[in-house]
Nanobody
Framework: QEKLVESGGGLVQPGGSLRLSCAAS????????IGWFRQAPEKEREAVSL????????HYAEAVKGRFTVSSDNAKNTVYLQMNKLKPEDTATYYC???????????????????WGQGTQVTVSS
């Protein structure tokens, strides 16, 4: 069964850091693009970042550019999202998904593939 499982969320103070993981099972990430998305309460899900694991190219939403870094470890079949200088407005449930299309860069709009996992909750609060 092909699936992606997110982990690494938690409660962090403003200005702090977290690293999220997106572990793939049942398929290899080598030739996929993987997107990170987030959904805050009462808001629509939005794309945060994209990485093409084949060549390592990355893209970010304007709101996180310069603070978040997406990377992949193909040997571990895992994609990471390093989040620094976190702000309260980063509070959301974060999801990862394979991406079939990059619709636009500004704003970052991606077409996810498959069903959503449980996500991992990130709460930024003092």
């Amino acid at each position: 069964q092909e699936k992606l499982v997110e982990s690494g969320g938690g409660l962090v103070q403003p200005g702090g850091s977290l690293r999220l993981s997106c572990a793939a099972s049942g398929f290899s990430l080598d030739h996929y693009s993987i997107g990170w998305f987030r959904q805050a309460p009462e808001k629509e899900r939005e794309a945060v970042s994209l990485i093409a694991t084949s060549d390592g190219s990355t893209h970010y939403a304007e709101a996180v550019k310069g603070r978040f870094t997406v990377s992949s470890d193909n040997a571990k079949n895992t994609v990471y999202l390093q989040m620094n200088k976190l702000k309260p407005e980063d509070t959301a449930t974060y999801y990862c998904a394979a991406v079939s299309q990059l619709l636009s860069l500004r704003p970052l709009k991606l077409v996810p593939v498959g069903s959503w996992g449980q996500g991992t909750q990130v709460t930024v609060s003092s």
